[in-house]
């Protein structure tokens, strides 16, 4: 286990570490004991990072893409470096399995080597030329990035989404301004060590931990901050868009989801089952991408939840470093009684538990829950409508194809879905139909820099990853010139 000082300081800001007056108790889920206390910012230290992004830019913008390429490997390999100690951080903060934890340190070097390779071709690509209709004129277009940005990151993937976010803003030449969640700053101030190493100039990029209130809502409303990149939930969100909207800056927002998985009449059993439990309990259902509700054939309905009940109660759950550790705990008490909460109210609304619903028998202590089932769950029900943010599963039948798409539609959200069958033609029929921004077919929720994320409707605005997300931190410029 990692021994970590009383304090850490919670600000990097203009290439210096420095605690603010803000006390951010760090808790390690597993345990429920305190790791340690991140001195955090608050409005003031906001202003300092604003102020030292703006004065940074003018050089930073004026870089050539092979030059902040260069920064974005370096940034990859320090990642590549203390890859072990980072996992053991998102471990230790986040309460993620081991395995997990590997997954998302892979991700982030990922994304910093996929963005350097852009931001090494966008030299090649400045001021190309623009066809016109008229030879009496010429055009020429120029890809400039879009000035000082604020990123605002969640909990259940720390650095994670802070790569998809930081490597393309980078890459297109802004200067930044990061808000962790104050729940899991240690992984995100480990990778803001390796960025004070990499090479950046001082001012690019800076790092103020707090809260929502504290850091991320004078963040929002900051006039010098050209744009707000935030992940988290929908009504944070909201909150996040009204305050962007006082200075009418631009905004990327990827919220909630509550998305399907749909295992149609010819479907592998054994392969829709282990898609459903990963879709489900992966990061303890803390993914906005989770496939918590499972829409079955009729005819395989009996069959599919009696192994998915065998397959659930099998999932052990465990302290996050424990070598045969399947599911680890929720992020912090907070999110354990609401998950709770969730529980109780679909059995007052009539659902049907199928297994798990409580805390492991053998783990008295910290924010441990079983993998939980449910059937016969009223459409109407917060169960099936609402993003729980937990491991909670809900499956019911359906009669055909058509029944089938319309209830994975039916949600406010559409950012993602599972499709199982044997046949390619009605995987694609469906996966057509269906409104959501990435759809899997016979495939875990594998997602690869180079493919974009974001959903439809209230999922996201905007796309992540993917030369998309170069562009989201991109404004485009022509210049018309009379020949």
Same mark, same amino acid.
């Given at each position: 286990?990692?021994?970590?000082p009383?304090? @850490?300081?919670?600000?990097?800001?203009?290439?210096?570490?420095?605690?603010?007056?803000?006390?951010?108790?760090?808790?390690?889920?597993?345990?429920?004991?305190?790791?340690?206390?991140?001195? &955090? &910012? %608050?409005e003031?230290?906001v202003?300092?990072?604003?102020?030292?992004?703006?004065?940074?830019?003018?050089?930073? =913008?004026?870089?050539?893409?092979?030059?902040?390429?260069?920064?974005?490997?370096?940034?990859?390999?320090g990642?590549?470096?203390?890859?072990?100690?980072?996992?053991?951080?998102?471990?230790?903060?986040?309460?993620k399995p081991?395995?997990?934890?590997?997954?998302?340190? +892979?991700?982030?070097?990922?994304?910093f080597?996929?963005?350097?390779?852009?931001?090494?071709?966008? +030299?090649?690509?400045?001021? =190309?030329?623009?066809?016109?209709?008229? %030879?009496?004129?010429?055009?020429?277009?120029?890809?400039?990035?879009?000035?000082?940005?604020?990123?605002?990151?969640?909990?259940?993937?720390?650095m994670?989404?802070t790569?998809?976010? #930081?490597?393309?803003?980078?890459?297109?030449?802004? $200067?930044?301004?990061?808000?962790? =969640?104050?729940?899991?700053? *240690?992984p995100? @101030?480990? #990778?803001?060590?390796?960025?004070?190493?990499?090479?950046?100039?001082?001012?690019?990029?800076?790092?103020?931990?707090?809260t929502?209130?504290?850091?991320?809502?004078?963040?929002?409303?900051?006039?010098?901050?050209?744009?707000?990149?935030?992940?988290?939930?929908?009504?944070v969100g909201?909150q996040?868009?009204?305050?962007?909207?006082?200075t009418?800056? &631009?905004?990327?927002?990827?919220l909630?989801?509550?998305?399907?998985?749909?295992? @149609?009449? /010819?479907?592998?059993? %054994?392969?829709a089952?282990?898609l459903?439990?990963?879709?489900a309990?992966?990061?303890?259902?803390?993914?906005?991408?989770?496939?918590?509700?499972?829409?079955?054939?009729?005819?395989?309905?009996?069959?599919?939840?009696?192994?998915?009940?065998?397959?659930?109660?099998?999932?052990?759950?465990? +302290?996050?470093? /424990?070598?045969?550790?399947?599911?680890?705990?929720?992020?912090?008490?907070?999110?354990?009684q609401?998950?709770?909460?969730?529980?109780?109210?679909?059995? =007052?609304?009539?659902?049907? @538990? *199928?297994?798990?619903?409580?805390?492991?028998?053998? #783990?008295?202590?910290?924010y441990?829950?079983?993998?939980?089932?449910?059937?016969?769950?009223?459409? %109407?029900?917060?169960?099936? $409508?609402?993003?729980?943010?937990?491991?909670?599963?809900c499956?019911?039948?359906?009669?055909?194809?058509?029944?089938?798409?319309? *209830?994975?539609?039916?949600t406010?959200?559409?950012?993602?879905a599972?499709?199982?069958?044997? +046949?390619?033609?009605?995987?694609?029929?469906?996966?057509?139909?269906?409104?959501?921004?990435?759809?899997?077919?016979?495939?875990?929720?594998?997602?690869?820099?180079?493919?974009?994320?974001?959903?439809?409707?209230?999922?996201?605005?905007?796309r992540?990853?993917?030369?998309? &997300?170069?562009?989201?931190?991109?404004?485009?410029?022509?210049?018309?010139?009379?020949?």
């Amino acid at each position: 286990m990692i021994s970590f000082p009383t304090t @850490l300081d919670g600000l990097y800001i203009n290439g210096q570490w420095s605690a603010g007056p803000e006390h951010l108790r760090v808790i390690n889920p597993a345990s429920e004991a305190l790791l340690t206390t991140v001195n &955090g &910012g %608050d409005e003031h230290a906001v202003d300092q990072a604003v102020s030292a992004a703006s004065a940074a830019f003018k050089n930073w =913008s004026q870089t050539s893409g092979t030059e902040r390429g260069a920064i974005l490997r370096n940034i990859a390999n320090g990642v590549r470096n203390g890859r072990e100690h980072l996992m053991n951080l998102q471990s230790s903060n986040n309460g993620k399995p081991q395995f997990e934890a590997a997954i998302d340190v +892979d991700d982030v070097i990922a994304t910093f080597e996929y963005y350097a390779e852009l931001a090494e071709g966008l +030299d090649a690509k400045q001021d =190309s030329n623009v066809p016109l209709p008229s %030879d009496d004129f010429s055009a020429r277009l120029r890809r400039e990035p879009c000035g000082v940005v604020g990123l605002i990151v969640p909990w259940n993937f720390p650095m994670v989404t802070t790569a998809w976010k #930081l490597a393309p803003a980078l890459a297109a030449g802004c $200067c930044v301004v990061l808000k962790p =969640s104050e729940v899991t700053p *240690l992984p995100e @101030l480990e #990778l803001a060590a390796i960025i004070a190493e990499s090479g950046l100039p001082n001012g690019v990029f800076n790092l103020v931990c707090g809260t929502g209130l504290a850091v991320g809502a004078p963040l929002s409303v900051d006039p010098r901050i050209a744009k707000i990149s935030f992940t988290g939930s929908n009504a944070v969100g909201v909150q996040v868009m009204q305050r962007a909207a006082e200075t009418v800056k &631009g905004v990327s927002l990827e919220l909630g989801g509550k998305s399907s998985l749909l295992v @149609l009449a /010819d479907a592998d059993m %054994d392969l829709a089952v282990e898609l459903a439990c990963g879709g489900a309990f992966f990061n303890a259902g803390q993914m906005c991408s989770a496939t918590s509700r499972v829409l079955v054939a009729e005819e395989l309905e009996e069959e599919f939840l009696t192994r998915l009940q065998k397959r659930a109660q099998a999932i052990r759950v465990a +302290d996050p470093f /424990d070598a045969d550790v399947e599911m680890g705990a929720l992020v912090n008490q907070a999110q354990y009684q609401r998950v709770l909460g969730h529980i109780d109210r679909g059995l =007052s609304a009539g659902a049907r @538990l *199928l297994c798990g619903g409580n805390r492991p028998a053998d #783990l008295p202590r910290g924010y441990f829950l079983q993998p939980t089932v449910f059937t016969d769950v009223p459409l %109407d029900s917060a169960l099936w $409508c609402e993003e729980i943010f937990g491991p909670v599963l809900c499956v019911r039948s359906f009669s055909s194809e058509a029944e089938a798409i319309a *209830l994975a539609n039916d949600t406010p959200f559409g950012l993602v879905a599972s499709v199982v069958t044997a +046949d390619a033609v009605a995987a694609d029929r469906v996966a057509n139909a269906l409104q959501a921004g990435m759809v899997w077919i016979n495939a875990p929720q594998v997602i690869f820099p180079q493919a974009a994320w974001g959903g439809y409707k209230q999922s996201s605005i905007g796309r992540e990853l993917g030369p998309w &997300g170069l562009a989201a931190f991109q404004e485009i410029k022509h210049v018309i010139r009379a020949v």
